[in-house]
Protein backbone atom coordinates (compact mmCIF):
# COMPACT_ATOMS: atom_id res chain seq x y z
CA UNK A 1 0.00 0.00 0.00
CA UNK A 2 2.69 2.34 0.95
CA UNK A 3 4.38 1.38 -2.25
CA UNK A 4 1.78 2.30 -4.22
CA UNK A 5 1.20 5.68 -2.27
CA UNK A 6 5.04 6.05 -3.28
CA UNK A 7 4.90 5.51 -6.51
CA UNK A 8 2.07 7.35 -7.05
CA UNK A 9 3.17 10.38 -5.53
CA UNK A 10 6.47 9.98 -7.40
CA UNK A 11 4.94 9.60 -10.90
CA UNK A 12 3.09 13.30 -9.82
CA UNK A 13 5.84 14.81 -9.28
CA UNK A 14 7.23 13.70 -12.30
CA UNK A 15 4.56 14.81 -14.02
CA UNK A 16 4.12 17.80 -12.74
CA UNK A 17 8.03 18.78 -13.29
CA UNK A 18 7.42 17.97 -17.14
CA UNK A 19 4.73 20.35 -16.94
CA UNK A 20 6.98 23.07 -15.38
CA UNK A 21 9.56 22.01 -18.18
CA UNK A 22 6.94 22.74 -21.00
CA UNK A 23 5.63 25.80 -19.43
CA UNK A 24 9.54 27.41 -19.34
CA UNK A 25 9.82 25.89 -22.47
CA UNK A 26 6.45 27.86 -23.93
CA UNK A 27 7.21 30.78 -22.29
CA UNK A 28 10.94 31.26 -23.81
CA UNK A 29 9.64 30.53 -27.06
CA UNK A 30 6.70 32.69 -27.24
CA UNK A 31 7.95 35.27 -24.93
CA UNK A 32 9.56 37.77 -27.63
CA UNK A 33 7.34 38.04 -30.35
CA UNK A 34 8.41 36.82 -33.95
CA UNK A 35 10.64 39.26 -35.87
CA UNK A 36 10.69 39.93 -39.48
CA UNK A 37 13.58 37.62 -40.15
CA UNK A 38 10.87 35.23 -38.63
CA UNK A 39 8.53 34.98 -40.80
CA UNK A 40 9.86 32.92 -43.62
CA UNK A 41 10.68 30.38 -40.64
CA UNK A 42 6.59 30.42 -39.84
CA UNK A 43 5.79 30.02 -43.21
CA UNK A 44 7.50 27.43 -44.04
CA UNK A 45 5.97 25.39 -40.80
CA UNK A 46 2.40 26.24 -41.86
CA UNK A 47 3.29 24.46 -44.99
CA UNK A 48 4.80 21.90 -43.34
CA UNK A 49 2.27 21.49 -40.87
CA UNK A 50 -0.73 23.13 -41.99
CA UNK A 51 -0.71 22.53 -45.54
CA UNK A 52 0.55 18.85 -45.69
CA UNK A 53 -2.46 17.90 -43.41
CA UNK A 54 -4.92 19.18 -46.41
CA UNK A 55 -5.62 15.98 -48.05
CA UNK A 56 -6.27 13.80 -44.73
CA UNK A 57 -8.53 16.88 -43.63
CA UNK A 58 -10.26 16.82 -47.06
CA UNK A 59 -10.86 12.90 -47.43
CA UNK A 60 -11.75 12.69 -43.72
CA UNK A 61 -14.17 15.91 -43.76
CA UNK A 62 -16.12 14.94 -46.67
CA UNK A 63 -17.15 11.09 -44.73
CA UNK A 64 -17.93 12.37 -41.88
CA UNK A 65 -19.92 14.95 -43.41
CA UNK A 66 -21.82 12.21 -45.83
CA UNK A 67 -22.57 9.85 -43.05
CA UNK A 68 -24.26 12.38 -40.76
CA UNK A 69 -26.40 13.76 -43.73
CA UNK A 70 -27.17 9.58 -43.90
CA UNK A 71 -27.74 9.25 -40.54
CA UNK A 72 -30.04 12.54 -39.76
CA UNK A 73 -31.70 12.07 -43.40
CA UNK A 74 -33.24 8.15 -42.40
CA UNK A 75 -34.06 9.28 -38.88
CA UNK A 76 -35.35 12.91 -39.98
CA UNK A 77 -37.61 11.46 -42.53
CA UNK A 78 -39.39 8.92 -40.51
CA UNK A 79 -41.08 12.28 -39.12
CA UNK A 80 -40.59 14.13 -42.69
CA UNK A 81 -38.02 16.72 -41.81
CA UNK A 82 -35.55 15.67 -44.31
CA UNK A 83 -34.98 19.48 -44.76
CA UNK A 84 -33.51 20.09 -41.49
CA UNK A 85 -30.61 17.98 -43.02
CA UNK A 86 -29.21 21.18 -43.01
CA UNK A 87 -29.13 22.26 -39.59
CA UNK A 88 -28.25 19.84 -37.85
CA UNK A 89 -25.21 18.82 -39.64
CA UNK A 90 -24.22 22.42 -39.37
CA UNK A 91 -24.84 22.82 -36.34
CA UNK A 92 -23.33 19.50 -35.15
CA UNK A 93 -20.09 20.24 -37.40
CA UNK A 94 -19.49 23.95 -36.19
CA UNK A 95 -19.74 22.91 -32.49
CA UNK A 96 -18.47 19.86 -31.76
CA UNK A 97 -17.17 17.65 -34.36
CA UNK A 98 -15.31 20.51 -36.32
CA UNK A 99 -12.57 21.31 -34.23
CA UNK A 100 -12.44 18.06 -32.07
CA UNK A 101 -12.69 15.60 -35.31
CA UNK A 102 -9.63 18.32 -37.07
CA UNK A 103 -7.78 18.37 -33.64
CA UNK A 104 -7.52 14.61 -33.48
CA UNK A 105 -6.46 14.13 -36.84
CA UNK A 106 -3.93 17.26 -36.60
CA UNK A 107 -2.43 15.35 -33.69
CA UNK A 108 -2.10 12.04 -35.89
CA UNK A 109 -1.14 13.92 -39.08
CA UNK A 110 0.74 17.00 -37.73
CA UNK A 111 1.70 16.95 -34.28
CA UNK A 112 3.20 12.93 -34.38
CA UNK A 113 5.46 14.65 -37.36
CA UNK A 114 6.43 17.48 -35.21
CA UNK A 115 7.47 15.37 -32.35
CA UNK A 116 9.59 13.29 -34.35
CA UNK A 117 11.64 15.84 -36.14
CA UNK A 118 12.66 17.62 -33.39
CA UNK A 119 13.12 14.72 -31.63
CA UNK A 120 15.55 13.53 -34.29
CA UNK A 121 17.08 16.86 -34.18
CA UNK A 122 17.93 16.52 -30.31
CA UNK A 123 19.38 12.84 -31.02
CA UNK A 124 21.19 13.77 -34.09
CA UNK A 125 22.92 16.54 -31.80
CA UNK A 126 21.59 19.07 -34.51
CA UNK A 127 19.79 21.19 -31.38
CA UNK A 128 23.14 21.04 -29.17
CA UNK A 129 25.29 22.41 -31.99
CA UNK A 130 22.95 25.19 -32.75
CA UNK A 131 23.58 26.50 -29.05
CA UNK A 132 27.09 26.07 -29.86
CA UNK A 133 26.78 27.65 -32.77
CA UNK A 134 25.07 30.66 -30.95
CA UNK A 135 21.30 30.31 -32.53
CA UNK A 136 18.84 29.62 -29.91
CA UNK A 137 16.91 26.35 -30.93
CA UNK A 138 13.90 27.81 -28.69
CA UNK A 139 13.42 30.54 -31.22
CA UNK A 140 14.84 28.82 -34.29
CA UNK A 141 12.93 25.53 -34.00
CA UNK A 142 10.30 25.38 -31.28
CA UNK A 143 8.78 28.89 -31.93
CA UNK A 144 8.23 28.39 -35.62
CA UNK A 145 6.46 25.14 -34.95
CA UNK A 146 4.38 26.97 -32.02
CA UNK A 147 3.40 29.29 -34.53
CA UNK A 148 2.67 27.46 -37.15
CA UNK A 149 -0.02 25.15 -36.07
CA UNK A 150 -1.30 27.63 -33.82
CA UNK A 151 -1.98 29.60 -37.20
CA UNK A 152 -2.93 26.68 -39.42
CA UNK A 153 -5.50 24.43 -36.86
CA UNK A 154 -7.80 27.17 -37.29
CA UNK A 155 -7.62 27.61 -40.25
CA UNK A 156 -7.58 23.39 -41.13
CA UNK A 157 -10.90 23.32 -38.89
CA UNK A 158 -13.14 25.94 -41.35
CA UNK A 159 -11.61 23.57 -44.26
CA UNK A 160 -12.89 20.50 -42.64
CA UNK A 161 -16.10 21.97 -41.99
CA UNK A 162 -16.43 23.63 -45.45
CA UNK A 163 -15.36 20.12 -46.65
CA UNK A 164 -17.90 18.23 -44.60
CA UNK A 165 -21.02 20.62 -45.36
CA UNK A 166 -19.95 19.49 -49.09
CA UNK A 167 -20.04 15.97 -48.45
CA UNK A 168 -23.63 16.45 -46.31
CA UNK A 169 -24.82 17.88 -49.42
CA UNK A 170 -23.85 15.89 -51.95
CA UNK A 171 -25.55 12.95 -49.53
CA UNK A 172 -28.21 14.59 -48.85
CA UNK A 173 -29.44 16.39 -51.31
CA UNK A 174 -28.06 14.90 -54.61
CA UNK A 175 -27.79 11.28 -53.52
CA UNK A 176 -30.93 10.98 -51.46
CA UNK A 177 -32.79 14.09 -52.95
CA UNK A 178 -33.44 16.31 -49.91
CA UNK A 179 -35.06 19.80 -51.00
CA UNK A 180 -32.19 22.42 -51.18
CA UNK A 181 -34.19 25.15 -50.50
CA UNK A 182 -35.48 24.01 -47.43
CA UNK A 183 -31.45 22.39 -46.95
CA UNK A 184 -29.99 25.84 -46.68
CA UNK A 185 -32.59 28.42 -45.84
CA UNK A 186 -32.96 25.98 -42.61
CA UNK A 187 -29.11 26.54 -42.14
CA UNK A 188 -29.01 30.05 -43.04
CA UNK A 189 -31.87 30.92 -40.27
CA UNK A 190 -30.59 28.75 -37.42
CA UNK A 191 -26.91 29.13 -37.59
CA UNK A 192 -25.67 32.52 -35.12
CA UNK A 193 -22.46 33.97 -36.22
CA UNK A 194 -20.72 33.19 -32.45
CA UNK A 195 -22.69 30.60 -30.99
CA UNK A 196 -22.17 28.36 -33.56
CA UNK A 197 -19.55 29.26 -35.41
CA UNK A 198 -17.37 31.76 -33.08
CA UNK A 199 -17.48 29.35 -30.21
CA UNK A 200 -16.55 26.47 -32.33
CA UNK A 201 -13.65 28.61 -33.37
CA UNK A 202 -12.81 29.47 -30.02
CA UNK A 203 -12.17 25.17 -29.44
CA UNK A 204 -10.13 25.29 -32.44
CA UNK A 205 -7.82 28.12 -31.27
CA UNK A 206 -7.49 26.32 -27.94
CA UNK A 207 -7.01 22.72 -29.02
CA UNK A 208 -4.21 24.06 -31.92
CA UNK A 209 -2.28 25.57 -29.15
CA UNK A 210 -2.54 23.06 -27.04
CA UNK A 211 -1.44 20.29 -29.61
CA UNK A 212 1.27 21.57 -31.29
CA UNK A 213 2.37 22.29 -27.40
CA UNK A 214 2.54 19.20 -26.72
CA UNK A 215 3.85 17.76 -29.87
CA UNK A 216 6.96 20.33 -29.72
CA UNK A 217 7.64 19.81 -25.90
CA UNK A 218 7.33 16.02 -26.39
CA UNK A 219 10.31 16.30 -28.92
CA UNK A 220 12.25 18.75 -27.66
CA UNK A 221 12.35 16.86 -24.20
CA UNK A 222 12.60 13.27 -25.47
CA UNK A 223 15.48 11.02 -24.20
CA UNK A 224 17.22 11.06 -27.13
CA UNK A 225 17.56 7.90 -28.31
CA UNK A 226 15.19 5.41 -30.74
CA UNK A 227 12.96 4.31 -27.74
CA UNK A 228 12.85 8.06 -26.41
CA UNK A 229 11.68 9.15 -29.92
CA UNK A 230 9.20 6.51 -30.25
CA UNK A 231 7.67 6.81 -26.98
CA UNK A 232 7.77 10.32 -27.05
CA UNK A 233 5.50 10.38 -30.56
CA UNK A 234 3.40 8.28 -29.19
CA UNK A 235 2.70 10.24 -26.10
CA UNK A 236 1.94 13.48 -28.25
CA UNK A 237 -0.91 11.41 -29.88
CA UNK A 238 -2.08 9.63 -26.84
CA UNK A 239 -2.25 13.05 -24.82
CA UNK A 240 -3.03 15.41 -27.38
CA UNK A 241 -6.13 13.15 -28.24
CA UNK A 242 -7.14 12.16 -24.39
CA UNK A 243 -6.69 16.14 -23.88
CA UNK A 244 -8.83 17.27 -26.55
CA UNK A 245 -11.98 14.63 -25.72
CA UNK A 246 -11.42 16.19 -22.34
CA UNK A 247 -11.06 19.83 -22.80
CA UNK A 248 -13.59 19.69 -25.43
CA UNK A 249 -16.46 18.45 -22.83
CA UNK A 250 -15.40 21.60 -20.18
CA UNK A 251 -15.32 24.37 -22.84
CA UNK A 252 -18.78 22.85 -23.54
CA UNK A 253 -19.77 23.09 -20.43
CA UNK A 254 -18.15 26.37 -20.23
CA UNK A 255 -19.39 28.21 -23.40
CA UNK A 256 -23.17 26.94 -23.86
CA UNK A 257 -23.64 26.19 -19.76
CA UNK A 258 -26.86 26.11 -18.34
CA UNK A 259 -27.73 22.55 -19.37
CA UNK A 260 -29.71 21.99 -16.55
CA UNK B 1 47.56 15.75 -7.90
CA UNK B 2 49.00 17.68 -11.35
CA UNK B 3 52.14 16.35 -11.97
CA UNK B 4 52.97 19.23 -14.25
CA UNK B 5 56.36 19.60 -15.96
CA UNK B 6 56.96 23.07 -16.38
CA UNK B 7 57.49 25.37 -13.77
CA UNK B 8 54.94 28.39 -15.18
CA UNK B 9 52.56 25.96 -15.23
CA UNK B 10 49.10 25.65 -13.01
CA UNK B 11 49.31 23.92 -9.72
CA UNK B 12 46.08 22.43 -8.12
CA UNK B 13 44.96 26.20 -7.34
CA UNK B 14 46.08 26.88 -4.07
CA UNK B 15 44.98 29.90 -2.75
CA UNK B 16 45.70 31.88 -6.31
CA UNK B 17 41.71 33.10 -7.11
CA UNK B 18 43.04 36.49 -6.89
CA UNK B 19 45.35 36.78 -9.17
CA UNK B 20 42.86 34.82 -11.95
CA UNK B 21 41.56 38.38 -13.34
CA UNK B 22 44.97 39.49 -13.92
CA UNK B 23 46.04 36.67 -15.55
CA UNK B 24 43.72 36.06 -18.49
CA UNK B 25 44.94 38.53 -20.84
CA UNK B 26 47.52 35.72 -21.73
CA UNK B 27 44.98 32.71 -21.60
CA UNK B 28 41.89 31.92 -23.35
CA UNK B 29 40.58 29.69 -21.35
CA UNK B 30 41.04 29.12 -17.84
CA UNK B 31 39.34 26.32 -16.11
CA UNK B 32 39.64 26.69 -11.58
CA UNK B 33 38.85 23.52 -9.67
CA UNK B 34 35.99 22.04 -11.77
CA UNK B 35 34.36 19.59 -10.34
CA UNK B 36 31.20 17.55 -12.10
CA UNK B 37 29.84 14.78 -11.51
CA UNK B 38 27.10 12.94 -14.11
CA UNK B 39 24.67 10.27 -12.13
CA UNK B 40 26.62 8.44 -10.11
CA UNK B 41 30.10 8.96 -11.93
CA UNK B 42 32.76 11.60 -10.67
CA UNK B 43 33.71 13.14 -14.30
CA UNK B 44 35.51 15.96 -12.83
CA UNK B 45 37.69 16.25 -9.79
CA UNK B 46 38.84 19.64 -9.07
CA UNK B 47 40.20 19.80 -12.37
CA UNK B 48 42.24 22.77 -13.12
CA UNK B 49 43.94 24.41 -16.55
CA UNK B 50 44.71 27.07 -18.42
CA UNK B 51 44.69 27.26 -22.21
CA UNK B 52 46.81 29.76 -24.01
CA UNK B 53 46.09 32.31 -26.68
CA UNK B 54 46.79 31.18 -30.54
CA UNK B 55 48.24 28.20 -30.10
CA UNK B 56 46.94 24.59 -30.78
CA UNK B 57 46.27 22.78 -27.39
CA UNK B 58 45.28 18.69 -27.20
CA UNK B 59 43.18 17.27 -24.85
CA UNK B 60 43.91 13.58 -24.57
CA UNK B 61 42.87 10.96 -21.98
CA UNK B 62 41.37 7.23 -22.09
CA UNK B 63 37.66 7.12 -23.83
CA UNK B 64 35.24 8.08 -20.77
CA UNK B 65 37.12 10.10 -18.79
CA UNK B 66 34.97 13.45 -19.95
CA UNK B 67 36.95 15.12 -22.94
CA UNK B 68 33.55 15.75 -25.24
CA UNK B 69 32.48 16.71 -21.48
CA UNK B 70 34.88 19.23 -20.99
CA UNK B 71 34.19 21.01 -24.32
CA UNK B 72 30.42 21.29 -23.26
CA UNK B 73 32.11 22.95 -20.16
CA UNK B 74 33.25 25.35 -21.50
CA UNK B 75 30.62 26.04 -24.57
CA UNK B 76 28.62 26.47 -21.63
CA UNK B 77 26.35 23.71 -22.23
CA UNK B 78 26.95 21.52 -19.67
CA UNK B 79 27.02 23.34 -15.66
CA UNK B 80 29.44 21.98 -13.15
CA UNK B 81 28.86 21.52 -9.94
CA UNK B 82 31.14 23.67 -8.38
CA UNK B 83 34.57 25.54 -10.41
CA UNK B 84 34.88 27.98 -12.92
CA UNK B 85 35.30 28.28 -16.25
CA UNK B 86 37.06 31.60 -17.83
CA UNK B 87 36.48 32.39 -20.92
CA UNK B 88 38.23 35.93 -22.37
CA UNK B 89 38.14 36.24 -18.86
CA UNK B 90 34.46 35.84 -18.29
CA UNK B 91 33.09 33.30 -16.22
CA UNK B 92 31.16 30.73 -18.69
CA UNK B 93 28.70 29.82 -15.20
CA UNK B 94 27.42 32.97 -14.50
CA UNK B 95 26.65 34.36 -18.39
CA UNK B 96 23.05 35.14 -18.54
CA UNK B 97 21.46 32.99 -21.38
CA UNK B 98 21.93 35.60 -24.09
CA UNK B 99 25.47 36.56 -22.78
CA UNK B 100 25.70 33.08 -23.58
CA UNK B 101 24.73 32.63 -27.07
CA UNK B 102 26.71 35.87 -27.48
CA UNK B 103 29.66 34.21 -26.49
CA UNK B 104 29.83 31.11 -28.62
CA UNK B 105 29.38 33.16 -31.78
CA UNK B 106 33.06 33.50 -31.32
CA UNK B 107 33.38 29.52 -30.93
CA UNK B 108 33.40 27.11 -33.48
CA UNK B 109 32.51 23.52 -32.49
CA UNK B 110 33.48 20.33 -34.48
CA UNK B 111 31.14 17.60 -32.55
CA UNK B 112 32.40 13.98 -32.46
CA UNK B 113 28.92 13.11 -34.35
CA UNK B 114 28.78 14.91 -37.59
CA UNK B 115 25.43 16.94 -36.33
CA UNK B 116 24.54 18.26 -39.77
CA UNK B 117 21.52 19.73 -40.64
CA UNK B 118 19.49 17.25 -42.01
CA UNK B 119 17.12 18.93 -43.58
CA UNK B 120 19.24 21.45 -45.98
CA UNK B 121 22.08 20.35 -48.34
CA UNK B 122 25.77 20.58 -47.68
CA UNK B 123 26.23 24.39 -49.31
CA UNK B 124 22.92 25.39 -46.69
CA UNK B 125 24.66 23.55 -43.60
CA UNK B 126 28.37 25.66 -43.84
CA UNK B 127 25.97 28.80 -44.95
CA UNK B 128 24.11 28.94 -42.20
CA UNK B 129 26.04 30.10 -39.45
CA UNK B 130 26.39 33.18 -41.96
CA UNK B 131 23.39 33.75 -42.82
CA UNK B 132 21.70 33.85 -39.31
CA UNK B 133 25.28 36.18 -37.91
CA UNK B 134 25.84 38.11 -40.55
CA UNK B 135 24.08 40.32 -42.94
CA UNK B 136 26.38 39.40 -45.73
CA UNK B 137 24.96 39.89 -49.51
CA UNK B 138 24.81 36.27 -51.28
CA UNK B 139 27.32 36.23 -53.84
CA UNK B 140 29.35 36.86 -50.85
CA UNK B 141 27.61 34.00 -48.77
CA UNK B 142 28.38 31.66 -51.81
CA UNK B 143 31.91 32.54 -52.28
CA UNK B 144 32.71 32.31 -49.13
CA UNK B 145 31.31 29.01 -49.04
CA UNK B 146 32.88 27.32 -51.62
CA UNK B 147 36.03 28.12 -50.42
CA UNK B 148 35.36 26.86 -46.60
CA UNK B 149 34.09 23.71 -48.83
CA UNK B 150 37.15 23.36 -50.78
CA UNK B 151 39.51 24.04 -47.98
CA UNK B 152 38.16 20.57 -46.39
CA UNK B 153 37.92 19.32 -50.52
CA UNK B 154 34.16 18.73 -50.83
CA UNK B 155 33.51 21.84 -53.21
CA UNK B 156 31.94 19.62 -55.73
CA UNK B 157 29.65 17.72 -52.77
CA UNK B 158 27.70 20.89 -51.90
CA UNK B 159 24.67 19.99 -53.70
CA UNK B 160 24.22 16.65 -51.96
CA UNK B 161 22.08 15.62 -48.85
CA UNK B 162 24.12 15.24 -45.97
CA UNK B 163 22.06 11.44 -45.94
CA UNK B 164 24.41 11.12 -49.03
CA UNK B 165 27.40 11.42 -47.65
CA UNK B 166 29.84 8.99 -46.00
CA UNK B 167 30.48 9.59 -42.47
CA UNK B 168 34.35 10.77 -43.20
CA UNK B 169 32.84 13.24 -45.42
CA UNK B 170 29.97 14.53 -43.58
CA UNK B 171 32.60 15.14 -40.90
CA UNK B 172 34.83 17.79 -43.06
CA UNK B 173 31.46 19.61 -43.83
CA UNK B 174 30.46 19.94 -40.49
CA UNK B 175 34.32 21.32 -39.93
CA UNK B 176 33.84 23.34 -42.97
CA UNK B 177 31.09 24.59 -40.71
CA UNK B 178 32.43 25.10 -37.73
CA UNK B 179 35.13 27.58 -39.16
CA UNK B 180 32.38 29.26 -41.13
CA UNK B 181 33.16 32.51 -39.86
CA UNK B 182 36.49 32.20 -39.05
CA UNK B 183 35.98 32.40 -35.18
CA UNK B 184 38.77 33.22 -32.46
CA UNK B 185 38.27 29.48 -30.91
CA UNK B 186 37.34 26.06 -32.65
CA UNK B 187 37.01 23.48 -30.80
CA UNK B 188 37.36 19.63 -32.34
CA UNK B 189 36.14 17.02 -31.04
CA UNK B 190 38.08 13.81 -32.19
CA UNK B 191 38.68 15.30 -35.44
CA UNK B 192 40.77 12.38 -37.41
CA UNK B 193 38.39 10.04 -36.61
CA UNK B 194 36.64 7.88 -39.63
CA UNK B 195 39.54 9.87 -41.90
CA UNK B 196 41.47 8.21 -44.62
CA UNK B 197 45.42 8.76 -45.01
CA UNK B 198 45.07 11.85 -47.15
CA UNK B 199 42.51 13.57 -45.71
CA UNK B 200 43.76 13.58 -42.45
CA UNK B 201 46.84 15.27 -44.03
CA UNK B 202 44.39 17.72 -45.21
CA UNK B 203 42.77 17.97 -41.77
CA UNK B 204 45.99 18.50 -40.27
CA UNK B 205 47.35 21.21 -42.78
CA UNK B 206 43.66 22.70 -42.52
CA UNK B 207 44.16 22.94 -38.38
CA UNK B 208 47.58 24.69 -38.73
CA UNK B 209 47.04 27.30 -41.76
CA UNK B 210 43.68 28.53 -39.37
CA UNK B 211 46.03 28.61 -36.62
CA UNK B 212 48.93 30.24 -38.75
CA UNK B 213 47.27 32.44 -40.86
CA UNK B 214 44.40 33.67 -38.38
CA UNK B 215 45.46 33.05 -34.94
CA UNK B 216 42.92 30.82 -34.50
CA UNK B 217 43.43 28.89 -31.30
CA UNK B 218 42.25 25.65 -31.37
CA UNK B 219 41.67 23.17 -28.30
CA UNK B 220 41.90 19.75 -30.02
CA UNK B 221 40.48 16.40 -28.74
CA UNK B 222 41.84 13.33 -30.10
CA UNK B 223 43.15 9.81 -29.45
CA UNK B 224 45.36 9.60 -32.56
CA UNK B 225 49.09 10.20 -30.56
CA UNK B 226 50.93 10.64 -33.82
CA UNK B 227 48.98 13.14 -35.10
CA UNK B 228 48.84 14.96 -31.70
CA UNK B 229 52.12 14.92 -31.08
CA UNK B 230 52.77 16.29 -34.64
CA UNK B 231 50.34 19.07 -34.68
CA UNK B 232 49.63 20.43 -31.05
CA UNK B 233 51.86 23.40 -29.23
CA UNK B 234 50.95 21.64 -25.37
CA UNK B 235 49.21 18.58 -24.24
CA UNK B 236 46.82 17.67 -21.69
CA UNK B 237 46.53 13.96 -20.64
CA UNK B 238 43.38 13.33 -18.55
CA UNK B 239 42.37 10.52 -15.89
CA UNK B 240 40.38 10.21 -13.18
CA UNK B 241 38.75 13.27 -13.73
CA UNK B 242 42.06 15.03 -13.37
CA UNK B 243 45.22 16.54 -15.39
CA UNK B 244 47.89 13.91 -14.80
CA UNK B 245 50.13 15.28 -17.05
CA UNK B 246 50.35 18.47 -19.29
CA UNK B 247 53.24 19.71 -21.44
CA UNK B 248 54.47 20.21 -24.63
CA UNK B 249 54.04 17.24 -26.45
CA UNK B 250 57.79 15.61 -27.11
CA UNK B 251 58.73 16.38 -23.23
CA UNK B 252 55.77 14.40 -22.61
CA UNK B 253 57.19 10.98 -23.94
CA UNK B 254 59.57 10.83 -21.43
CA UNK B 255 57.49 12.26 -18.34
CA UNK B 256 58.09 11.12 -15.43
CA UNK B 257 54.74 9.68 -14.60
CA UNK B 258 53.94 5.86 -15.84
CA UNK B 259 50.58 6.66 -16.39
CA UNK B 260 51.58 9.41 -18.59
CA UNK B 261 54.12 7.84 -20.79
CA UNK B 262 51.60 4.78 -20.83
CA UNK B 263 49.12 6.75 -22.70
CA UNK B 264 51.57 8.74 -24.48
CA UNK B 265 53.61 5.11 -26.00
CA UNK B 266 50.09 3.00 -26.25
CA UNK B 267 50.98 0.47 -23.83
CA UNK B 268 47.95 -1.56 -23.13
CA UNK B 269 49.40 -2.40 -19.97
CA UNK B 270 50.30 -0.55 -16.85
CA UNK B 271 48.27 1.85 -14.60
CA UNK B 272 45.49 2.92 -16.63
CA UNK B 273 43.23 0.44 -17.11
CA UNK B 274 41.80 -0.19 -20.36
CA UNK B 275 38.61 -1.98 -19.37
CA UNK B 276 35.70 -0.60 -17.91
CA UNK B 277 35.44 -1.53 -14.42
CA UNK B 278 34.61 -5.05 -14.22
CA UNK B 279 34.57 -8.10 -12.38
CA UNK B 280 37.08 -10.59 -14.02
CA UNK B 281 36.77 -11.60 -17.22
CA UNK B 282 37.08 -15.25 -16.02
CA UNK B 283 34.62 -14.82 -13.23
CA UNK B 284 32.36 -13.41 -16.19
CA UNK B 285 32.89 -16.26 -17.97
CA UNK B 286 32.32 -18.30 -15.65
CA UNK B 287 29.39 -17.21 -13.78
CA UNK B 288 25.61 -18.25 -14.23
CA UNK B 289 23.83 -15.43 -13.87
CA UNK B 290 22.62 -14.38 -17.40
N1 LIG C 1 24.23 12.45 -20.11
C1 LIG C 1 25.03 11.69 -19.34
N2 LIG C 1 24.54 11.03 -18.26
C2 LIG C 1 25.33 10.29 -17.47
N3 LIG C 1 26.63 10.12 -17.67
C3 LIG C 1 27.19 10.74 -18.73
C4 LIG C 1 26.43 11.56 -19.61
N4 LIG C 1 27.26 12.04 -20.56
C5 LIG C 1 28.47 11.56 -20.27
N5 LIG C 1 28.43 10.77 -19.17
C6 LIG C 1 29.57 10.09 -18.56
O1 LIG C 1 30.58 11.04 -18.45
C7 LIG C 1 31.82 10.44 -18.74
C8 LIG C 1 32.57 11.29 -19.72
O2 LIG C 1 31.96 11.22 -20.99
P1 LIG C 1 32.62 11.89 -22.27
O3 LIG C 1 31.68 11.68 -23.40
O4 LIG C 1 32.97 13.29 -21.93
O5 LIG C 1 33.94 11.03 -22.47
P2 LIG C 1 35.08 11.18 -23.54
O6 LIG C 1 36.34 11.43 -22.82
O7 LIG C 1 34.70 12.18 -24.57
O8 LIG C 1 35.13 9.74 -24.18
P3 LIG C 1 35.43 9.32 -25.70
O9 LIG C 1 36.88 9.48 -25.89
O10 LIG C 1 35.03 7.89 -25.75
O11 LIG C 1 34.61 10.19 -26.56
C9 LIG C 1 31.56 9.04 -19.25
O12 LIG C 1 31.99 8.14 -18.27
C10 LIG C 1 30.07 8.97 -19.42
O13 LIG C 1 29.63 7.73 -18.94
MG1 LIG D 1 34.21 12.13 -26.52
Not at chain 2, 11 to 38: F, H, K, P, W
Not at chain 2, 117 to 144: Q, Y
Not at chain 2, 180 to 209: C, H, K, N, W
Amino acid sequence: MEHVLRRIGAETLRWLQGLGRATMMWAMAVARLPRWSDVSLIVRQVYNIGVLSVVIIVLSGFAIGAVIALQFYTQLARFGAEDAVGVGLALVLLRELGPVVTALLFAGRAGSAITAEIGLMKTTEQLSIMEMMGVDPLRRIVAPRLWGGFISMPLLTVLFNTVAIYGGVVVGIHWLGADPGGFWSGMQNTVELWQDLGKGMVKAVVFGLVVTWIAVFQGYDCEPTAEGMGLATTRTVVMSSVLVLAMDFFLTLLMYGDFR
Amino acid sequence: MTESLGPDTVGSGAGSTGSVNAQTADYLIEIDDLCLMRGEKVVFDHLSLKVPRGGITAVMGPSGTGKTTLLRVIGGQVRPDSGAVYLNGKDVCRMSRSELFEARRDIGMLFQSSALFTDINVFENVAFPMRVHTDLPEDTIRDLVIMKLNAVGLRGARDLMPSQLSGGRARRVALARAIALDPDLIMYDEPFTGQDPISMGVILTLIRQLNEALGTSSLLVSHDIHETVNIADYVFVLADGKVIGEGPPKALRDHPSRRVTQFMRGDPDGPVPFHYPADDLKYDLLSEDV
